[in-house]
């Protein structure tokens, strides 16, 4: 086994856009690792953080940071794997569907790519497309939203 150097980009491009901190394939004597974790030199000084006084334009900003943002309604599709999805079916085609289109159940919505295999993504609810929480192309997580849907 061996990859170019365009496999190995694409590879450390995925571990980065995923949740794991490594990745390791070894094939008789070809071997890659690669790894998100830091090996990072422990030092035992004290550190000494200066205190400024907080003036009005920060604590207006703090206030603000502290409202909840108001909870998003609809119900969400998920991905059920890791890997990249495809919002079209083909690279030239439209998208599988666009903010405020109809989506009923058992609809094809997504692809998701995992190790070559396509696998087609369905509703499992039935209304209108509120929000596109995904790029095309993108790498997912397991269970990262990819469509918020308000049921009619």
Same mark, same amino acid.
């Given at each position: 086994m061996?990859?170019?150097?365009?496999?190995?980009?694409?590879?450390?491009?995925?571990?980065?856009?995923?949740?794991l901190r490594?990745?390791k394939?070894?094939d008789?004597?070809?071997s890659?690792?690669?790894s998100?974790?830091?090996?990072e030199?422990?030092?035992?000084?004290?550190?000494q953080?200066p205190?400024?006084?907080?003036?009005a334009?920060?604590?207006?900003?703090?206030?603000?940071a502290?409202?909840?943002?108001t #909870?998003?309604?609809?119900?969400?599709?998920?991905? #059920?794997?890791?890997?990249?999805?495809?919002?079209? #079916?083909?690279?030239?085609?439209?998208?599988f569907?666009q903010v405020?289109?109809?989506?009923?159940?058992?609809?094809?919505?997504?692809?998701?790519?995992?190790?070559k295999?396509?696998t087609?993504?369905?509703?499992?609810?039935s209304?209108?497309?509120?929000?596109?929480?995904?790029?095309?192309?993108?790498?997912v997580d397991?269970?990262? #939203?990819?469509?918020?849907?308000t049921?009619?």
């Amino acid at each position: 086994m061996s990859l170019n150097i365009e496999e190995i980009r694409g590879l450390i491009a995925d571990l980065e856009n995923s949740s794991l901190r490594e990745f390791k394939v070894v094939d008789g004597e070809f071997s890659l690792h690669l790894s998100k974790n830091k090996n990072e030199a422990v030092v035992n000084a004290p550190v000494q953080t200066p205190v400024a006084a907080p003036d009005a334009a920060t604590s207006e900003q703090a206030q603000v940071a502290a409202e909840p943002e108001t #909870p998003k309604t609809g119900t969400e599709i998920v991905a #059920p794997m890791v890997g990249t999805v495809y919002l079209q #079916p083909k690279p030239d085609a439209p998208m599988f569907k666009q903010v405020g289109d109809k989506v009923s159940v058992g609809e094809t919505v997504a692809v998701i790519e995992a190790m070559k295999l396509m696998t087609e993504i369905h509703s499992e609810v039935s209304g209108t497309v509120a929000e596109i929480l995904v790029a095309n192309e993108e790498v997912v997580d397991y269970n990262k #939203p990819l469509y918020r849907i308000t049921t009619d």
